[in-house]
């Protein structure tokens, strides 16, 4: 790992968040470039309401599991043109 890039090549990559008050919410997660080990997180089709969040991204390849990060998400709302929902 470190400036090493991990060759990806036939992993999948999953990420979730959890609310403080427990709800799971899917991220969108993709390998972009699997050989150079670039993929990408989003915010999956269901938003991402406001709150505060735990995460982490996992990536799975030849049957293990790795959790590559986890940590905090603080997701504000829009003050100037709020969504509602």
């Not at 968040?17 to 427990?22: E, L, M, V």
Request: aromatic content about 4%; charged content about 10%; hydrophobic content about 45%.
């Amino acid at each position: 790992m470190g400036d090493t890039p991990q060759d990806l090549t036939g992993a999948t990559v999953v990420a979730w968040a959890k609310s403080s008050i427990g709800a799971i919410v899917h991220l969108a997660a993709g390998l972009l470039d699997p050989a150079q080990g670039l993929l990408e997180i989003g915010v999956g089709p269901d938003g991402l309401p406001a709150g505060t969040y735990t995460y982490d991204v996992q990536v799975t390849q030849t049957a293990t599991i790795v959790t590559w990060i986890r940590g905090s998400l603080v997701v504000t709302a829009d003050i100037t043109d709020p969504v509602t929902p």
